[in-house]
């Protein structure tokens, strides 16, 4: 039986929301430290109870090591406590690990509270998005969510960072954006929620493919190449959901993108720059484009929707070609003119 702990530190409420956090990784951390900066009165929910001593003593080593966690963020590895009365909770459950996560926490959330999703990808047995599995567990709750160019360092830091937050409800979406915006965290609002799902989670694909193409010292040429190509894929899969363009030119598409895909920050990056350089990928830290991928590219054969880089990202992972052979077939794919979408 797992041990339950709650830290010892209680703060005096602040004159905002009771946010629950779902997650103590680093990216939930790092979203707890900013609800916290912006004035809510925050608790999180980690199931390691040494993650929630550690977050007790203002730090959290095995996901942001070397930053101070500052006191006021009451972890607890009991999820009833967690959600009690929450005002607002932020599900930051990796996206194959969110259907379990909801089914524990169903009996916990409040009824008619808003759920905002900050994990990204499209769930690998169904194809569902992330929203709708919310939708379809915690019916009676508003769906959101927050995406954008941001590393989980650089927000627990406090430095600059805009993202946006999308609900099909456009007076949901700025209430969120502006309760969560703070000094050095700038919140845009969107009611393209589709938009900003598909963005988020297309571009983790894209990301292991670009490391793939650096690991693989194919050049810096070629990894434009990708990104941009990559980019106009992304456009059409997410047409065929009924995403806005614009969304997908924004902070939660190609600002995304083009952040995940230049940087070893990005575990995607990462995980693809091991791919390409031949090296063992057993251990490294979940990376949740490599389930993306197999679904993507299931989904965009089944809709007839044309995506040779997600086909070849999935067919790498699968063992099914080598980045040289994927690389060859792209290359001497039929030529179009490039507008052609």
Known sequence: MTEVVTSGVQPKMPSGWRVAVLGGGAWGTALALAMLRAGHFVRLYARDPETVAAIDRGENPRYLPGIAIEPGIVATSDIAAALGGADCVLAVTPAQSLRAALAD???????????????????????????????????????????????????????????????????????????????NLRCYSSDDLIGVEIG?????????????????????????????????????????????????????????????????????????????QGKPLAGLPLAEGVPTAGIAARIAAERGIEAPIISAVAAILDGKVTIGQAVTALMTRPLKTETDI
Request: aromatic share 4%; glycine share 12%; net charge positive.
């Open 105 to 183: 926490a169903r009996n916990h959330v409040p009824v008619g509270v808003p759920l905002v999703l900050c994990a990204k990808g499209i769930e690998r047995d169904t194809g569902a998005l992330l929203s709708a599995i919310v939708e379809e567990s915690l019916p009676r709750n508003p769906v959101a969510a927050l995406s954008g160019p941001s590393f989980a360092s650089d927000v627990a830091r406090g430095l600059p960072t805009a993202v946006v937050v999308a609900a099909r409800e456009a007076e949901l979406a700025a209430e969120l954006a502006a309760r969560f915006s703070a000094q």
């Open 200 to 276: 988020g989670a297309l571009k983790n694909v894209f990301a292991i493919a670009a490391g793939a193409v650096t690991g693989a010292g194919l050049g810096a040429s070629a990894q434009a190449a990708m990104v941009t190509r990559g980019f106009v894929e992304l456009r059409r899969i997410g047409a065929a959901f009924g995403a806005r363009p614009e969304t997908l030119m924004g902070l939660s598409g190609l600002g995304d993108l083009l952040l995940t895909c230049s940087s070893a920050q990005s575990r995607n990056f990462a995980y693809g720059l091991a791919l390409g």
